[in-house]
């Protein structure tokens, strides 16, 4: 039975080697994830991972290697501890993510991911099945890329309202305001995080649970949430 949750978002900026000159505006960020991670570590050493993908749906087994070599930095990171698959360039960076933040804990990790434009109802459909799957998930993505002129969506109003929401049903443990997320407008936010979060949504519908906020900016333009959710009944 799922029993905790950690939500993190997926800027390669969290690798130290790939942050250069933004190694100390990130370092808030980054000792929240290894926080929620830490805590999710404390409820088991088996996670599932879930994080959108242009590939579409699949999964990603725990024998995975990866590398940040795609985002300028041959940074290697396995699914495991004794990860021993060849190093895949190509690797999602949800899952990049995840194997990165694995890195030091005694856990084994298995992907699941989702195509961006995955319908809610299947989303939520995964989630609830993997919550009969493992007691630990580790939910990927970011908010809103439009916040700013320089973000890489450009500017929109919209963002603002947008991510004050999810850091709201963040805190306060409300799957079906995650499900709620309209699909079209996430998209136009470039909200990479809306399908992984109504998973997320499906997997937590059952049971009362308590939400951590431990994070919530958006630096560089894109929205970053963090938090854990626990259940409590």
């Not at 942050?19 to 929240?32: C, I, M, S």
């Not at 493992?134 to 973000?151: C, N, Q, R, Y």
């Amino acid at each position: 039975m799922l029993t905790t949750v950690a939500v993190v978002p997926e800027p390669p900026l969290l690798v130290p080697e790939l942050a250069t000159g933004a190694v100390a505006e990130t370092a808030a960020l980054r000792a929240a994830c290894r926080e929620a991670v830490r805590r999710l570590a404390a409820a088991s050493s088996t996670w599932i991972a879930v994080g959108a993908d242009p590939g579409g749906r699949r999964t990603v087994a725990p024998t995975a290697r990866g590398s940040f070599v795609g985002f300028g930095v041959d940074v290697v990171v396995g699914m495991a501890p004794d990860a021993a698959e060849p190093v895949d360039a190509a690797m999602p960076l949800p899952m990049l993510i995840a194997g990165w933040l694995r890195e030091g804990l005694p856990v084994t990790v298995r992907g699941e991911l989702v195509a961006p434009d995955a319908a809610p109802d299947a989303c939520g459909a995964l989630g609830a099945q993997l919550a009969g799957e493992a007691s630990a998930l580790l939910v990927v993505g970011d908010g809103a890329a439009t916040h700013t002129e320089k973000a890489p969506g450009y500017l929109d109003e919209r963002a603002g309202p947008f991510d004050d929401a999810v850091a709201a049903a963040l805190a306060a443990a409300d799957p079906a305001a995650l499900a709620a997320l309209d699909p079209a407008r996430s998209a136009a936010l470039w909200a990479a995080g809306r399908g992984p979060w109504q998973v997320l949504a499906g997997a937590t519908r059952d049971g009362t649970w308590a939400g951590d906020l431990l994070h919530s900016a958006r630096p560089f333009g894109v929205g970053y949430h963090v938090a854990v959710w626990q259940r409590c009944g």
